[in-house]
């Protein structure tokens, strides 16, 4: 036997994606839409975040190539203001060894200036000294003495004196203006020291910022290449959209809307309608079994089963044998919704309990003018009805009830979980069923022998749910099981000719139960499905 655990259900809703919408406003529309899940959501949802996530890298990459256009403008202002700085330096030393050469001209004259009253002072002193031989001094006392123009030889000393010292102070200022051009010539040669070092370092940043230009326009390159994959990628995801749109259009012309088979066609608004149907060997051939959307089969006494036809996107003229009710029943099918129920004869117990449920009684007692029987069989063997017939008495209703099952749209993949299956045998006690996968149907045997319909066509449901149950006793009858189906427990969806084994979940009685496989729904394929509510351990599948 497999068995797998529960996991949380996750129903996937449905929606479909409109055409001929520009890009752009087709991303604003679906942003701002409901989110309704459906055919090739997953995908589509996918590709748009690719897209978007694209559109952010061109986005970040036009971001890019403008701070490096912006960092190449400031490149080309730096290397201007270098070229103006090397130019300015270079305009500063050629005028600089002139103003040297100027500077050197002027120490020139300065210093010949000098020897104008260096040759006086010289001329002065040897005058002096040739004045202040003995002879002379004497001679000019002498003379000083006896006459009175004695006084010009000491205007004349006093003259040449005086001319010394001029001689002196003159000496004194060449001397200090010499000092002065020294230093202006020091200077100078500091000046022409220090621009030829700022005109390197400008060379040396012009150098700098022609090196870093390359590094920038290869950025630039590769940038834009970013931007023309990124394009090319985005034209790819719109293509991959465009097909997905088309898709969904193919799978919208299907109308796959019937919530209770999932088949094409557009949902009826009526109620569920529910009817028990006898299955043991003397009822066969039964009527309208196929036509059944879901039918349940349920152990009663003495191990045999009874079947319990639901009916809601068809209709059947006749179904039958039509048998009593029992007290599985309210519970299994109160989550449809107050679904009508059609059956012939129950104990009072039975009866106390379908009152008390949210179960509409259409039975036999309740509305004896739409059923007949057969004179070809034996009572009570014999009971049918039609369900239009029951319908009609509830014309008012016009709601489609949940149904039972979610089930694939076209050519989505199976559950991940699935594996290939051949068929399942079931062991009821006295009945014994067996379910072959056909390449379209799972073909049914009863007892052994092919289960066929009263037109002779095999029952071969597109699904077979095995959903193991435990049973109890019931209240109205101690004789009589009575299967528990809220709760949780183990089930094998048979598909396609695979099986998922999951487990079925139903905590809330008005609702119905879920199936799901490692947390993640378990979707049927479209068609009729056929539940064995099974005792755990009586079955087995083939792979």
């Given at each position: ?8 259900v ?36 996918r590709?748009?975040?690719d ?18 256009e ?56 040897i ?56 230093d ?17 370092m400008?060379?040396?940043?012009l ?23 990124a ?9 991959a ?78 179904v ?38 949210t ?14 029987r ?17 319908w ?29 299956a ?15 996968w ?73 609702l ?32």
């Amino acid at each position: 036997m497999q068995t797998s655990t529960l996991g949380a259900v996750s129903p996937l809703p449905r929606r479909s994606i409109r055409r001929a919408l520009p890009f752009t406003a087709l991303l604003l529309v679906l942003a701002a839409a409901p989110v309704i899940a459906g055919p090739y959501d997953v995908e589509i949802a996918r590709i748009r975040t690719d897209i978007e996530a694209k559109l952010d890298l061109i986005t970040g990459q036009h971001d890019r190539i403008s701070g490096f256009e912006e960092d190449l403008v400031a490149l080309d202002h730096q290397m201007i203001d270098n070229d103006s700085a090397i130019s300015s330096e270079d305009t500063e030393l050629r005028v600089l060894p002139i103003r040297l050469e100027l500077l050197a001209d002027q120490f020139i004259q300065v210093l010949a200036s000098r020897s104008e009253p260096a040759m006086l002072h010289q001329t002065m002193a040897i005058d002096a000294y040739l004045r202040n031989d003995e002879r002379m001094n004497a001679v000019l006392t002498q003379s000083a003495q006896l006459a009175a123009d004695s006084l010009d030889g000491v205007r004349d000393r006093m003259l040449y004196e005086s001319v010394i010292d001029e001689s002196r102070r003159r000496l004194d200022l060449i001397d200090a203006e010499l000092r002065l051009s020294a230093d202006a010539v020091r200077g100078l040669r500091a000046l022409i020291g220090e621009a030829e070092e700022r005109r390197q370092m400008a060379v040396d940043a012009l150098s700098g910022t022609r090196d870093a230009k390359p590094p920038i326009r290869v950025a630039i390159v590769d940038a834009r290449t970013a931007i023309v994959d990124a394009r090319t990628a985005i034209d790819d995801a719109r293509t991959a959209i465009a097909g997905y749109e088309e898709e969904i259009l193919r799978l919208e012309l299907l109308a796959v809307t019937r919530r209770w088979t999932g088949t094409q066609g557009t949902d009826i608004g009526r109620p569920a309608l529910a009817v028990k149907i006898d299955n043991v060997t003397r009822a066969h051939p039964q009527s309208g079994l196929n036509a059944a959307d879901v039918v349940y089969e349920e152990i009663v006494e003495g191990g045999v089963t009874r079947l319990v036809a639901v009916f809601q996107s068809t209709s059947a003229d006749m179904v039958g044998p039509v048998r009593s009710a029992r007290t599985s029943d309210p519970p299994l099918l109160t989550g449809f919704d107050h679904p009508l129920l059609a059956y012939s004869g129950a104990n009072r117990g039975t009866k106390d309990e379908l009152a008390a449920s949210t179960m509409v009684d259409v039975g036999y007692d309740a509305l004896t003018d739409e059923y007949w029987r057969s004179r070809t069989r034996r009572p009570p063997h014999n009971l049918y009805t039609s369900t239009d017939g029951l319908w009609a008495h509830h014309a008012g209703r016009t709601a489609v009830p949940p149904a039972p099952f979610a089930y694939r749209y076209p050519e989505q993949a199976l559950h991940p979980a699935a594996q290939p299956a051949t068929g399942v045998s079931i062991d009821f006690g006295l009945t014994e069923v067996d379910y072959d996968w056909n390449g379209t149907g799972w073909a049914r045997t009863h007892g052994g022998n092919p289960h066929v319909d009263d037109k002779g066509a095999r029952v071969a449901p597109a699904n077979v749910v095995v959903q193991f149950v435990s049973y109890g006793w019931s209240k109205a009858d101690s004789r009589s099981p009575e299967a528990r189906t809220t709760g949780s427990g183990e089930a094998w969806v048979f598909t396609a000719g695979q099986v998922v084994v999951g487990q079925w979940s139903r905590p809330d009685a008005s609702l119905p139960a879920t199936f799901s496989a490692d947390g993640e729904e378990i979707r049927l394929s479209p068609g009729t499905t056929w539940v064995a509510l099974a005792r755990k351990k009586t079955a087995s599948w083939r792979d």
